[in-house]
């Protein structure tokens, strides 16, 4: 009978319906157990994991038997994949099935910042009446830059146009007569990405972390973002300088910014110190993925790659 671990949490009805008959341990408090998690792979046939189980070192030298790790999730800079690849261990992203998910974080953080009204609810109850502070600003008619145009990206796209955006995209690796720049929604920009940064009113980032990738918006980048423009990075934390961009939050330049992954998760003391006190910024726990429905999805994607590596469909 195949075994199963699961180190983070997923949906159990997935569980129960896509790994019936394997024996499946199922404990989401295994992530901060490494020593029991250790233990739990020996002899496991499988491994399923968020972002924050770390699949490489000694942990794949645990896990002899290991044929296949599900992620639940499409980022895969937790996992060593070449280890991986060096044992036969298959590696299956739950590409897709949170796509919505991520764009709808997006467009909402966007028009929280943009509009900036919606923290007054304890001015109001005292009965002040701030109308003239609280003048935002509309999304409809903003540029949006998307950093990276993969399959969230364009989800992202179709929002921001329905919403009467004008997009712009900058991906090296997406050739410029690929339909993808001209979808049904309306035509995306391919820009260079120094000129995606000093056009975008909001930029997005997009992208895995890698050695190209890591850095890509530090100080410098942000300071030829437009004064007033918001900054959103759901993709990898070690993408953005993040104090770079307390500093140009508290300077004013960036009119505002959401974080949703970051260099070390959980934060440590010395940068959440750093954030304290940083105005129109939004700090969420890698969370722009995870919905109830996204969960269901990523769940039931990942625990039916997992079965069929392992008995078949």
Not at 112 to 141: C, F, H, K, S
């Amino acid at each position: 009978m195949p075994k199963v671990v699961v180190s983070e949490f997923m949906d159990e009805a997935a569980i129960a319906t896509e790994l019936a008959g394997f024996e499946t341990l199922y404990d989401p408090g295994l992530v901060d157990r490494p020593g029991d998690l250790a233990e739990a792979l020996r002899g496991a046939d499988a491994l399923i994991v968020r972002n924050r189980t770390q699949v490489r070192g000694a942990l794949l030298d645990s896990a002899a038997d290991l044929k296949v790790v599900g992620r639940l999730g499409v980022g895969l800079d937790n996992i060593d994949v070449d280890a991986c690849n060096q044992r036969g261990i298959a590696v299956y992203p739950a590409t897709g099935a949170n796509d919505g998910a991520v764009a709808e974080y997006v467009i909402a953080s966007a028009m929280l910042l943009l509009r900036g009204a919606y923290g007054a609810t304890g001015q109001v109850v005292e009965g002040a009446w701030p109308r003239n502070a609280l003048m935002g600003r509309e999304i409809g008619g903003k540029r949006l830059g998307l950093v990276g145009f993969g399959a969230i990206a364009r989800e992202t796209a179709r929002r921001a146009s329905a919403l009467g955006m004008e997009v712009s995209a900058h991906d090296p690796f997406l050739a410029p007569g690929d339909p993808a720049w001209t979808p049904p929604s309306g035509p995306v920009i391919r820009r260079d990405l120094a000129t995606l940064i000093a056009q975008s009113d909001v930029l997005s980032l997009h992208v895995p972390l890698t050695e190209g990738t890591r850095g890509l918006i530090d100080g410098a980048a942000i300071a030829r973002m437009p004064k007033g423009a918001v900054l959103i990075n759901a993709a990898r934390g070690g993408v953005v300088d993040e104090a770079a961009v307390a500093a140009a939050l508290k300077a004013g330049h960036l009119g505002g910014a959401a974080l949703d992954v970051f260099d070390r998760e959980p934060l440590d003391a010395q940068t959440g110190a750093a954030f304290a006190g940083v105005p129109n910024l939004i700090l969420t726990p890698h969370i722009a993925g995870v919905t109830q429905e996204s969960n269901v999805r990523v769940s039931a994607v990942t625990a039916k790659a997992v079965r069929r590596h392992l008995i078949g469909p």
